[in-house]
């Protein structure tokens, strides 16, 4: 069974770069038709899909993120990682990573427990 962990530090002061990694047990970030993403959850708002990193190591993010979004990956640590820069407050989210499967429909087969990322001064 496919056990996620986000880990990284819970605050991060403005126009600095948050970046968190997600650790992956029970399955590999390799493994076919596996997307790997981050979503968000700003305090009081609704989940906000972030971005993923494929199988392969293509990345796809959102529209309104991507500018200062970026996603990699760590094969040999079976790790994937966020990096959010030049953050504000309204960064300030719970930050979760999750697996999905796009070998049909796609879907969102497990998710992290979620870290909460203060972004403040």
């Known amino acids: 069974q496919v056990q996620l962990q986000e880990s990284g530090p819970g605050l991060v002061k403005p126009s600095q770069t948050l970046s968190l990694t997600c650790t992956v047990s029970g399955g590999s970030i390799t493994t076919n038709f596996n997307y790997w993403g981050w979503i968000r959850q700003p305090p009081g708002k609704g989940l906000e899909w972030m971005g993923a990193?494929?199988?392969?190591?293509?990345?796809y993010y959102s529209p309104s993120l991507r500018s200062h979004t970026s996603i990699s990956r760590d094969t040999s640590k079976n790790q994937f990682s966020l990096h959010v820069s030049s953050v504000t407050p309204e960064d300030t989210a719970v930050y979760y990573c999750?697996?999905?499967?796009?070998?049909?429909?796609?879907?969102?087969?497990?998710w992290g427990q979620g870290t909460l990322v203060t972004v403040s001064s």
């Open positions: 990193i494929t199988w392969d190591g293509s990345t």
């Open positions: 999750a697996q999905v499967i796009v070998a049909g429909p796609p879907y969102l087969e497990v």
